[in-house]
């Protein structure tokens, strides 16, 4: 089982540049989300999707663009790279709004912008 | 808006000891879910425990356990017989009504268990 997956793992980027970071479930999930953890900081919320074509912003959401134009695929687009950008980024999906433990978090893309 | 607050930026404690992890919550809805993960040095989120708000006992996994006090509106974690392998920052959350896609975190609190 593949579960979540990310893309890439760490990656460094100049200031200006864009990017994307890849997410994609096996799951046949209908919930994905993208959370940003910071030093000293819990995961916060970027960007979340309750299904194929459906997206809204969460909590942090500025430079951050999303699409879900599949079940499996969720991925973050940085349109121009910002040193406050340089953060550890999650992804997460889930099969149900009411899930107990079956959320489930990929390991995490490292990006680092200079 | 619904808020996690973790007060312990750090604790320690000694192997095979009992250790707990502070979490208290704030929201208006009704209906919610609390979980703890754990991550290790390495970085990935380790799903630990998860209570619901209409759970009227409370949940175990093995060592952990989840204090709920509903009306104090806290969920602390307890990890029993604490291992060198527990050291690692855990974090609270919750979902509320607005769904599992939009968990909010607390701060977390770094655990050192020291032989």
Not at chain 2, 35 to 61: C, H, R, V
């Amino acid at each position: 089982n593949a579960g979540v997956t990310q893309t890439p793992k760490f990656q460094v980027l100049k200031t200006g540049q864009s990017m994307t970071l890849q997410c994609a479930q096996d799951m046949n999930h209908e919930y994905m989300s993208w959370y940003r953890q910071d030093p000293g900081m819990g995961l916060r919320l970027i960007h979340y999707s309750v299904g194929a074509g459906i997206t809204d912003q969460g909590e942090v959401p500025n430079g951050y663009n999303v699409s879900r134009s599949t079940t499996e695929d969720f991925p973050l687009r940085l349109l121009s790279a910002a040193p406050s950008q340089t953060s550890v980024y999650f992804c997460a999906s889930s099969p149900d709004r009411a899930s107990g433990n079956t959320i489930y978090f990929g390991e995490g893309s490292w990006l680092t912008v200079v | 808006a619904q808020k996690i607050t973790q007060t312990q930026p750090g604790m320690f404690v000694q192997e095979k000891e009992a250790v707990t992890l502070d979490c208290t919550y704030d929201t208006s809805d009704q209906s919610y879910g609390l979980f703890w993960y754990k991550q290790p040095s390495s970085g990935e989120m380790i799903f630990l425990i998860y209570q619901g708000s209409y759970d009227e006992q409370n949940a175990t996994e093995g060592r952990y356990s989840l204090n709920f006090q509903k009306a104090r509106k806290s969920a602390n974690l307890v990890i029993s017989a604490s291992q060198l392998g527990d050291s690692a920052m855990y974090f609270c959350a919750m979902r509320g009504q607005g769904g599992s896609e939009k968990l909010v975190f607390g701060k977390g609190t770094k655990l050192t268990v020291n032989p």
